[in-house]
C-alpha cells in the first residue's frame, strides 16, 4: 500500500503512472418506456423493468498526472485480453519513458503470458494493490465517475451504442481532464481499512 500511496504522492520524474483495471460485465440495459422527466412538484419517473442487450468489458488506463484514458472494449476479460491492452498502453505511451502501471490482484495480472510480456519490456514496471485494496487505484474513481455521469440512467439498446456512449464520454473526459488528487499519506489511509 504504501508504494502505491507513494506513487500517487510523488510520482517518480520522467516517468508515467497508470492505474489500470476492467470495467467487466457493463450492462447494455434499455428501458422499457422512456424517462419521465421533472416537473415542478414531481420527481423523475422510470419504469422497474428493462431489456438486457449484452454485455462488454472497458478496460482502462488512467494516467495519474493529467487523468487522460486510454482505453479498449473486449467481450471477456481474460489475461488474452489483458495483453492485448497492454499492447494497447504501450502504442499509447512515449518510448522514452519508464510506466508504472497499478493493477489489483485479479489472477489475469498474473499469468505466465503477463510475466513474459513485462519481462520483455524493462521499462514497464508493475504494482499490485493489496488484497481488498482496489480503492487505492485511481481508476476506480473514474470508473465510478462514468457510471454516475454516463451508464447509470442510460438507455442502450445494443453493446454496440453503450461502447459508442462510453467511447464519447471518454473523448470528452480527455479533452476536459481534470487530475484526482490524492491528499492522504499511507499512514492516513490505512486507519479505517483493515488489511
Not at 61 to 82: N, P
Not at 98 to 121: E, F, M, S
Request: net charge positive; glycine share 4%; hydrophobic share 40%.
Amino acid at each position: 500500500m504504501r508504494d502505491i500511496v507513494g506513487l500517487c504522492l510523488n510520482p517518480p520524474d520522467h516517468a508515467l503512472v497508470l492505474g489500470v483495471d476492467e470495467k467487466s460485465q457493463i450492462q447494455a440495459l434499455d428501458r422499457t418506456q422512456p424517462l419521465l422527466p421533472l416537473q415542478p412538484g414531481q420527481v423523475e419517473r422510470g419504469t422497474h423493468d428493462y431489456k438486457r442487450n449484452g454485455t462488454t468489458s472497458l478496460f482502462a488506463a488512467l494516467e495519474l498526472k493529467t487523468s487522460r484514458v486510454i482505453s479498449q472494449f473486449h467481450r471477456r476479460h481474460r489475461s488474452v485480453e489483458f495483453h492485448r491492452f497492454l499492447d494497447v498502453i504501450e502504442a499509447n505511451v512515449p518510448v522514452d519513458m519508464d510506466v508504472h502501471l497499478i493493477v489489483d490482484n485479479y489472477g489475469t495480472h498474473k499469468t505466465a503470458i503477463i510475466r513474459k510480456w513485462l519481462a520483455k519490456r524493462p521499462r514497464f514496471h508493475i504494482h499490485f494493490t493489496p488484497t481488498h485494496g482496489s480503492w487505492l487505484n485511481l481508476v476506480e474513481r473514474w470508473f465510478a465517475e462514468l457510471t454516475n455521469k454516463r451508464i447509470r440512467r442510460g438507455a442502450f439498446p445494443s453493446v454496440r451504442k453503450l461502447e459508442a456512449a462510453i467511447l464519447e464520454y471518454i473523448d470528452v473526459h480527455n479533452e476536459e481532464s481534470k487530475p484526482f488528487v490524492w491528499t492522504r499519506t499511507a499512514d492516513l489511509s490505512t486507519q479505517n481499512r483493515n488489511f
